[in-house]
């Protein structure tokens, strides 16, 4: 059974959305989505069910359709297994558990669905969550969605969506505390990795260290492909972890986060293969850290996440004049795009039932293609409930620093001799999961270590024992 306060939010999840569609006809679904079949096997990839279905269901069980009726109010219908398929996948929870969980009074099969649509053929219908109802529906048990005659307008489901994305910013008590179990489970492997990296220990043994700690303080899963780089494989922003053996001297770069209840957790720490930091290593680290704290800081209700990172950019290029790698004025260099060269991703993007969550621009807004500004994933004020990541980097990364148009245009503007001796250096980031407040922001992951001293002290006393 769940506690009540939790399918009391769940409830006023629903009851937010409905007020602020304000529909007085017609169905909006929000199917979960089904499972996605590995091409060529018999097998599936790895089920997520959209973010929507989840927030506003308080479940997701694949091939799950929450629906509105605007006369009749909500509905879930939940694939209920056939006994030969029982055999393989087991039962699932029965209707009761789910309307438990859910806190709705009507949970239905999954088989009623089609039914259900008849009824309301030809009326206004709204699709958001997993679009495939439209694309697959005789897997969804509804003989053929063309048959059915709805009127769809993909703007009155833009509109929607819209609402439910506002809606999912601002994180409920109920979210806030998963989020808090999934940094719990994030930081006991980061721990772990910390603790375990040795020079000759591969970056995919220590992905297993780090992963293993998360499933056993109760993740359900990792809340994306754990990114585990050493030395010049630091530099991938989204790294796969190999077999490559960590070498004498490198920086390991860990981005990884548990998910707990559908909710993710995004940390990444950087630390030396040793007990040091050393030389350029050190610098960059101080200037990453420092950009990354202020940027915390900086993190209050109303201030534009744009303003955020531009000042993040900033500070990069300035850090960055200073140790001779760019040349000129900080604040030219970001209006060049050149820190991006470095640089190239957003200070951050929301966090919650995605590890990109429900972010974007506000209405009004268009996203920008500059270097500076193309990956970063949110154009909104910051305000109090919503979790955002805060994570600056620095890399060297061979695709933008050794392609020539870049090297001409910016030929003056960097110094590409020095740049030419730290092409292996591998690149750094630090990233909190940071909650934000009417006060001083909270940082849901501060328990896991990023001081240098820290780290230091950490592998330290790792290698000696
Ligand atoms: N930490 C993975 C990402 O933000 O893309």
């Known amino acids: 059974m769940q506690d009540r306060d939790t399918t009391a939010l769940v409830t006023e999840r629903r009851e937010r959305a409905a007020a602020r569609w304000d529909l007085d006809r017609g169905v909006v679904l929000v199917p979960a989505g089904l499972m996605l079949p590995i091409a060529g096997t018999d097998q599936f990839h790895e089920y997520h069910a959209h973010p929507e279905h989840r927030y506003l269901a308080g479940v997701g069980q694949p091939g799950g359709v929450l629906a509105f009726d605007a006369g009749e109010g909500w509905t879930l219908f939940v694939p209920q297994p056939e006994a030969a398929e029982r055999v393989w996948t087991g039962n699932g929870p029965s209707l009761a558990a789910v309307g438990d969980v859910s806190g709705l009074a009507r949970v239905q099969a999954a088989s009623e669905l089609g039914g259900w649509l008849e009824r309301?053929?030809?009326?206004?219908?709204?699709?958001?969550?997993?679009?495939?109802?439209?694309?697959?529906?005789?897997?969804?048990?509804?003989?053929?969605?063309?048959?059915?005659?709805?009127?769809?307008?993909?703007?009155?489901?833009?509109?929607?969506?819209?609402?439910?994305?506002?809606?999912?910013?601002?994180?409920?008590?109920?979210?806030?505390?998963?989020?808090?179990?999934?940094?719990?489970?994030?930081?006991?492997?980061?721990?772990?990795?910390?603790?375990?990296?040795?020079?000759?220990?591969?970056?995919?043994?220590?992905?297993?260290?780090?992963?293993?700690?998360?499933?056993?303080?109760g993740a359900e899963r990792t809340a994306y492909g754990s990114i585990v780089g050493g030395g010049p494989n630091a530099a991938t922003l989204h790294f796969a972890p190999t077999a490559r053996e960590f070498g004498e001297g490198e920086l390991i770069l860990v981005d990884a986060g548990a998910e707990v209840g559908g909710y993710a957790s995004d940390v990444t720490r950087t630390y030396p293969v040793g007990a040091r930091f050393e030389g350029v290593q050190r610098d960059l680290y101080e200037l990453v850290l420092g950009v990354q704290e202020r940027g915390i800081a900086g993190a209050r209700p109303g201030i534009e996440y744009k303003e955020l990172h531009?000042?993040?950019?900033?500070?990069?290029?300035?850090?960055?004049?200073?140790?001779?790698?760019?040349?000129?004025?900080?604040?030219?260099?970001?209006?060049?795009?050149?820190?991006?060269?470095?640089?190239?991703?957003?200070?951050?993007?929301?966090?919650?039932?995605?590890?990109?969550?429900?972010?974007?621009?506000?209405?009004?807004?268009?996203?920008?293609?500059?270097?500076?500004?193309?990956?970063?994933?949110?154009?909104?004020?910051?305000?109090?409930?919503?979790?955002?990541?805060?994570?600056?980097?620095?890399?060297?990364?061979?695709?933008?620093?050794?392609?020539?148009?870049?090297?001409?245009?910016?030929?003056?503007?960097?110094?590409?001799?020095?740049?030419?001796?730290?092409?292996?250096?591998?690149?750094?980031?630090?990233?909190?999961?940071?909650?934000?407040?009417?006060?001083?922001?909270?940082?849901?992951?501060?328990?896991?270590?990023?001081?240098?001293?820290?780290?230091?002290?950490?592998r330290a006393e790792a290698l000696e024992a």
Request: net charge negative.
């Open 120 to 217: 309301r053929r030809g009326e206004p219908v709204a699709v958001i969550g997993n679009d495939d109802l439209t694309l697959r529906a005789g897997e969804y048990g509804v003989e053929s969605w063309t048959s059915l005659e709805f009127a769809t307008d993909e703007d009155e489901n833009e509109r929607l969506r819209t609402v439910v994305a506002e809606l999912r910013r601002a994180k409920d008590a109920n979210e806030l505390a998963l989020m808090r179990e999934a940094a719990a489970a994030t930081h006991r492997g980061h721990m772990a990795g910390l603790g375990k990296a040795r020079a000759g220990m591969s970056e995919r043994a220590l992905q297993i260290e780090i992963e293993v700690e998360f499933f056993g303080a």
């Open 310 to 458: 531009l000042a993040a950019s900033v500070e990069i290029a300035r850090g960055l004049i200073d140790l001779g790698l760019l040349r000129g004025n900080a604040e030219g260099l970001v209006e060049r795009d050149a820190q991006a060269l470095f640089f190239p991703h957003g200070l951050g993007h929301m966090l919650g039932l995605a590890t990109h969550d429900a972010g974007g621009c506000l209405e009004g807004r268009a996203p920008s293609d500059r270097p500076t500004l193309r990956y970063l994933r949110a154009d909104l004020p910051l305000q109090p409930g919503y979790v955002v990541t805060i994570e600056p980097g620095i890399y060297f990364i061979r695709a933008l620093l050794e392609d020539a148009d870049l090297r001409e245009r910016y030929r003056n503007d960097v110094d590409w001799g020095r740049v030419d001796e730290l092409l292996d250096f591998g690149g750094i980031r630090i990233e909190d999961d940071v909650l934000v407040t009417e006060d001083e922001a909270e940082v849901l992951s501060a328990a896991t270590p990023k001081s240098l001293e820290g780290i230091e002290a950490l």
